[in-house]
């Protein structure tokens, strides 16, 4: 690890702007946004008439989709969908038509906050906020050792963001540890595809939902998660059978061919039961499986004991759904298999997901259009994150633990190889113990929001509060996690600033800057450059001038990787594109507009074969009881919120298209049982905590069980803190709670 750098030296970047800060009275504004080289937001720099348009990807979800901003004197006044990109036709969903008005929220961050003595946030201008991160940052690591300092990131940021981000905390401030909220949603997949593929690549492209004949879709509502997949899936002329795999009767599963209403976490052994059928009836690819794929003859054996009797009883199915279930995918000529977080927040999300890749390797659905073992992934930028945040991966989807991965990096960034870290950081859940240890002592949170989000509500945010100093660096500031913070950073949001996204089909795409942040608000880029030159390692990224320079360094890292990119030319040649799908290399161009990874076979373990995983299931982590009787799940809400809607909230047109007020899905039965009415308030109580929310009465969930969408503040503090052994994502999706009537 790095020692601790010096303070920045005189005439640094950062002397100028703090020349140009105490020349000015009130804010950071228009000389320095505007000031060449400066640190803010800059001229927007679309060149546009009175009246024009440029395109961009969109800022919320994963699927990607490009935006037509319409712009007034180069400035962003209202959009529509684009309807020649390859992702979205034409089609947006609620929240990428509102896009721009949350932006302008009254909640928007627009200078510094720094506690006072009397524990206040009062503003402060970007020199006492700089200054005061590097001071507190410093004196822990100097007390308490350089580990002691964590960061926690996001998935909604560029992906030069990330990587500038993930490279001046581990490079330059000597950091170990950080992570991102990338951990909450798609760890369980990365684990699942490096462990069985060689490298983390999810096969498909969106076509595939064109292409299919048969779609089987597992712990996915893709109507209200992923709408504008399901309008893809719509429009496939195939007149496809849809299989959907999940507990609840979600609007996916009410438009389904067959719904499999298993209970809760019994994934695994459904699928092991209908591997088994396959194998018996010889409805399997023996072909493919000897030439491309490993440890089949194990898996095999393993699953003998899955028998019908065994899997309708752990199931809650019955034995015909099952074999229809088998079947079905028997007479698929292309077959499809989908996952999300029904399967990925899960104690036991790593091996489900490699249950699911073990259909496809079997039956040869993968490699071709229209097949595939696709996990969809979550934030707008996941993909991004998982390849080049330098969180988990070293740059480029490198291991930190590889020296000659350390020396190839070292050598593109022109840094010492002995400042990269040569082990892993801990994971998100390790950081958050870490710090009830008493060895984080101090946390830097960037566009995200565990107060909020993280499992176990109420045991977060007293870990947040041990800490010594908390960093938060967000687009607003009044989030769950901004009013705990001992430092509030205000960041430009999307659409203020440039860069690339990745979405889950591997497309790159280009966003950029159609809106001024507002007051003293910076994008995450220029602040990450202004506080390496406050800390004093500014020569470090004299090459970071720009994301999009920081784009080219990427191309450097990736160079060789599955996630290969080097024949990309720069944004422009991007944007003309209608995105492009990785891999994209110098050496092997491939101009196809969709193209689905492992059509030769090849996959990325050195012996060029798949492997199957497999693992005994095991009984969920928390099983309803006689106080707690009820399993809660929990998912998506409404097509028109988002996550912990810290942006959604801020729409008045998204606003009206949910239910204002937390509430609970209950079966009828039940609520006859407990005297429960619709609309009537009732109390969900787990042994970590309880929340009141207004009874909906649906036979959408089975007797036993109850849903709370987790977008509303109190939901998390009913979730249990458990972690799939692999991944260490949290198990959002189901644990035991009670429900307490007003005369209960």
Same mark, same amino acid.
């Given at each position: 690890?790095?020692?601790?750098?010096?303070?920045?030296?005189?005439?640094?970047?950062?002397?100028?702007?703090?020349?140009?800060?105490?020349?000015?009275?009130?804010?950071?504004?228009?000389?320095?946004?505007?000031? !060449?080289?400066?640190?803010?937001?800059?001229?927007?720099?679309?060149?546009?008439?009175?009246?024009?348009?440029?395109?961009?990807?969109?800022? @919320?979800?994963?699927?990607?989709?490009?935006?037509?901003?319409?712009?007034? /004197?180069?400035?962003?006044?209202?959009?529509?969908?684009?309807? /020649?990109?390859?992702?979205?036709?034409?089609?947006?969903?609620?929240?990428? =038509?509102?896009?721009?008005?949350?932006?302008?929220?009254?909640?928007?961050?627009?200078?510094?906050?720094?506690?006072?003595?009397?524990?206040?946030?009062?503003?402060?201008?970007?020199?006492?906020?700089?200054?005061?991160?590097?001071?507190?940052?410093?004196?822990?690591?100097?007390?308490?050792?350089?580990?002691?300092?964590?960061?926690?990131?996001?998935?909604?940021?560029?992906?030069?963001?990330?990587?500038?981000?993930?490279?001046?905390?581990?490079?330059?401030?000597?950091?170990?540890?950080?992570?991102?909220?990338?951990?909450?949603?798609?760890?369980?997949?990365?684990?699942?595809?490096?462990?069985?593929?060689?490298? &983390?690549?999810?096969?498909?492209? @969106?076509?595939?939902?064109?292409?299919?004949?048969?779609?089987?879709?597992?712990?996915?509502?893709?109507?209200?998660?992923? !709408?504008?997949?399901?309008?893809?899936?719509?429009?496939?002329?195939? /007149?496809?059978?849809?299989?959907?795999?999940?507990?609840?009767?979600?609007?996916?599963?009410?438009?389904?061919?067959?719904?499999?209403?298993?209970?809760?976490?019994?994934?695994?052994?459904?699928? @092991?039961?209908?591997?088994?059928?396959?194998?018996?009836?010889? =409805?399997?690819?023996?072909?493919?499986?000897?030439?491309?794929?490993?440890?089949?003859?194990?898996?095999?054996?393993?699953?003998?004991?899955?028998?019908?009797?065994?899997?309708?009883?752990?199931?809650?199915?019955?034995?015909?759904?099952?074999?229809?279930?088998?079947?079905?995918? +028997?007479?698929?000529?292309?077959?499809?298999?989908?996952?999300?977080?029904?399967?990925?927040?899960?104690?036991?999300?790593?091996?489900?997901?490699?249950?699911?890749?073990?259909?496809?390797?079997?039956?040869?659905?993968?490699?071709?259009?229209?097949?595939?073992?696709?996990?969809?992934?979550?934030?707008?930028?996941?993909?991004?994150?998982?390849?080049?945040?330098?969180?988990?991966?070293?740059?480029?989807?490198?291991?930190?633990?590889?020296?000659?991965?350390?020396?190839? %990096?070292?050598? %593109?960034?022109?840094?010492?190889?002995?400042?990269?870290?040569?082990?892993?950081?801990?994971?998100?859940?390790? %950081?958050?113990?870490?710090?009830?240890?008493?060895?984080?002592?101090?946390?830097?949170?960037?566009?995200?929001?565990?107060?909020?989000?993280?499992?176990?509500?109420?045991?977060?945010?007293?870990?947040?509060?041990?800490? /010594?100093?908390?960093?938060?660096?967000?687009?607003?500031?009044?989030?769950?996690?901004?009013?705990?913070?001992?430092?509030?950073?205000?960041?430009?949001? =999307?659409?203020?600033?440039?860069?690339?996204?990745?979405?889950?089909?591997?497309?790159?795409?280009?966003?950029?800057?159609?809106?001024?942040?507002?007051?003293?608000?910076?994008?995450?880029?220029?602040?990450?450059?202004?506080?390496?030159?406050?800390?004093?390692?500014?020569?470090?990224? *004299?090459?970071?001038?720009?994301?999009?320079?920081?784009?080219?360094?990427?191309?450097?890292?990736?160079?060789?990787?599955?996630? &290969?990119?080097?024949?990309?030319?720069?944004?422009?040649?991007?944007?003309?594109?209608?995105?492009?799908?990785?891999? @994209?290399?110098?050496?092997?161009?491939?101009?196809?507009?969709?193209?689905?990874?492992?059509?030769?076979?090849?996959?990325?373990?050195?012996?060029?074969?798949?492997?199957?995983?497999?693992?005994?299931?095991?009984?969920?982590?928390?099983?309803?009881?006689?106080?707690?009787?009820?399993?809660?799940?929990?998912?998506?809400?409404?097509?028109?919120?988002? +996550?912990?809607?810290?942006?959604?909230?801020?729409?008045?047109?998204?606003?009206?298209?949910?239910?204002?007020?937390?509430?609970?899905?209950?079966?009828?039965?039940?609520?006859?049982?407990?005297?429960?009415?619709?609309?009537?308030?009732?109390?969900?109580?787990?042994?970590?905590?309880?929340?009141?929310?207004?009874?909906?009465?649906?036979?959408?969930?089975?007797?036993?069980?109850?849903? %709370?969408?987790?977008?509303?503040?109190?939901?998390? *503090?009913?979730?249990?803190?458990?972690?799939?052994?692999?991944?260490?994502?949290?198990?959002?999706?189901?644990?035991?709670?009670?429900?307490?009537?007003?005369?209960?």
């Amino acid at each position: 690890m790095t020692t601790i750098p010096t303070p920045p030296s005189t005439g640094s970047i950062a002397d100028s702007v703090r020349n140009l800060v105490h020349q000015k009275q009130g804010p950071l504004t228009r000389e320095l946004l505007l000031e !060449p080289g400066g640190f803010g937001l800059g001229r927007v720099p679309v060149r546009s008439r009175p009246t024009d348009t440029t395109d961009m990807v969109c800022g @919320y979800c994963s699927t990607g989709c490009s935006l037509k901003v319409h712009l007034k /004197d180069g400035e962003a006044v209202n959009l529509s969908p684009n309807p /020649d990109y390859p992702v979205n036709l034409g089609m947006a969903c609620p929240k990428g =038509w509102e896009a721009l008005t949350v932006l302008d929220s009254p909640d928007r961050a627009t200078t510094p906050l720094r506690k006072n003595a009397s524990g206040r946030l009062e503003p402060v201008d970007w020199d006492v906020a700089a200054s005061t991160f590097v001071d507190r940052f410093r004196a822990i690591q100097q007390q308490h050792g350089p580990d002691s300092v964590a960061f926690l990131s996001t998935g909604q940021m560029p992906t030069e963001e990330m990587a500038f981000l993930g490279a001046f905390a581990k490079f330059g401030m000597g950091l170990l540890h950080g992570d991102g909220n990338t951990r909450q949603c798609m760890a369980t997949s990365v684990v699942a595809y490096k462990q069985a593929f060689g490298f &983390d690549a999810p096969p498909y492209t @969106y076509q595939d939902f064109e292409d299919s004949d048969t779609i089987v879709l597992i712990g996915s509502n893709l109507c209200l998660a992923h !709408p504008i997949m399901w309008e893809r899936v719509m429009r496939n002329p195939n /007149d496809p059978r849809i299989v959907v795999v999940d507990p609840r009767m979600t609007e996916t599963a009410m438009n389904a061919t067959q719904h499999l209403a298993i209970a809760p976490k019994s994934d695994q052994s459904l699928l @092991y039961g209908v591997a088994r059928i396959l194998i018996e009836k010889g =409805w399997i690819d023996r072909d493919f499986i000897d030439a491309h794929t490993n440890d089949f003859d194990a898996f095999a054996e393993f699953v003998q004991p899955f028998t019908l009797d065994r899997v309708t009883q752990e199931t809650g199915l019955a034995a015909d759904a099952i074999e229809e279930f088998a079947r079905t995918i +028997h007479k698929g000529r292309r077959v499809s298999f989908w996952w999300t977080m029904g399967v990925n927040q899960s104690y036991q999300g790593v091996r489900t997901a490699q249950a699911i890749i073990n259909l496809a390797l079997m039956t040869g659905n993968i490699g071709c259009p229209g097949t595939g073992a696709n996990s969809i992934t979550g934030q707008c930028n996941a993909m991004g994150s998982r390849l080049f945040s330098n969180t988990t991966n070293l740059l480029g989807g490198h291991d930190f633990a590889n020296a000659e991965h350390r020396q190839k %990096i070292a050598g %593109i960034l022109g840094i010492p190889e002995t400042v990269i870290p040569t082990e892993n950081s801990w994971a998100y859940n390790e %950081i958050m113990e870490g710090i009830l240890r008493g060895r984080i002592c101090g946390l830097w949170v960037i566009c995200t929001n565990p107060a909020h989000s993280w499992i176990n509500q109420n045991l977060a945010r007293d870990i947040l509060d041990r800490l /010594d100093f908390l960093v938060v660096q967000d687009m607003y500031h009044s989030t769950e996690t901004a009013r705990e913070a001992d430092l509030v950073l205000p960041a430009a949001a =999307w659409g203020e600033k440039e860069g690339t996204f990745i979405n889950s089909e591997r497309r790159i795409g280009v966003l950029k800057k159609v809106h001024r942040a507002p007051g003293q608000a910076l994008s995450d880029f220029n602040i990450f450059r202004l506080l390496a030159s406050y800390w004093g390692c500014e020569n470090m990224f *004299r090459n970071w001038t720009s994301p999009e320079a920081v784009f080219q360094i990427l191309k450097q890292c990736s160079a060789g990787q599955p996630c &290969d990119i080097t024949g990309i030319h720069d944004y422009r040649m991007i944007d003309e594109r209608g995105g492009i799908q990785w891999p @994209y290399s110098s050496q092997v161009p491939d101009d196809r507009q969709q193209r689905v990874l492992f059509e030769d076979g090849k996959f990325y373990h050195p012996d060029q074969r798949a492997k199957f995983l497999f693992e005994e299931p095991r009984p969920l982590s928390e099983a309803p009881g006689r106080e707690f009787d009820f399993i809660l799940l929990t998912g998506r809400g409404s097509a028109s919120q988002w +996550h912990t809607q810290t942006r959604t909230k801020n729409s008045a047109v998204l606003r009206k298209l949910y239910p204002e007020h937390p509430f609970v899905e209950v079966n009828p039965a039940d609520a006859r049982r407990l005297g429960i009415r619709p609309n009537d308030w009732i109390t969900v109580r787990s042994q970590r905590g309880q929340m009141r929310a207004m009874a909906f009465l649906t036979p959408a969930v089975s007797p036993g069980q109850v849903f %709370i969408p987790m977008h509303y503040e109190e939901t998390n *503090r009913l979730t249990d803190a458990v972690f799939d052994p692999y991944s260490k994502q949290p198990s959002y999706k189901a644990c035991a709670v009670q429900l307490v009537t007003a005369t209960g």
